[in-house]
Nanobody
């Protein structure tokens, strides 16, 4: 599967953005999917994940209640709606696919086999 992320940009604190991750080559229903982010000089960190069925989601603590991950099966993509953005959300955001869809949702980058290129989100205060 090939993944491509879109939707990043420069926004003010408090604004919203929606990121998209388009999949090609395979159906996203074959994978659990996740979003990660990496700020300059920091490790890549988990943001959110959604199960292949769309029935389960998990979030990193700092984004829970502000970010929502979802699936768009018709377009074979996943979405990340980000509200109430703050400077701490500034990072390159990456989508990723976990082959082991029958396992519980995972938050370690090493568990994800396929990655898209990052899309940069910059939040100005």
């Amino acid at each position: 599967v090939q993944l491509q992320a879109f939707g990043g940009g420069l926004v003010r604190a408090g604004a919203s953005l929606r990121l998209s991750c388009a999949a090609s080559g395979r159906s996203i229903n074959e994978y659990n999917m996740g979003w990660f982010r990496q700020a300059p000089g920091k490790e890549r960190e988990f943001v959110a994940a959604i199960s292949w069925s769309g029935e389960s989601t998990i979030y990193e603590d700092s984004v829970r209640g502000r970010f929502t991950i979802s699936k768009d099966n018709a377009e074979n993509r996943i979405l990340l709606q980000m509200n109430s953005l703050n400077s701490g959300d500034t990072a390159a955001y990456y989508c990723a696919a976990d082959l082991n869809r029958l396992l519980r949702l995972r938050s370690q980058a090493g568990d994800y086999a396929y990655w898209g290129q990052g899309t940069l989100v910059t939040v100005s205060s």
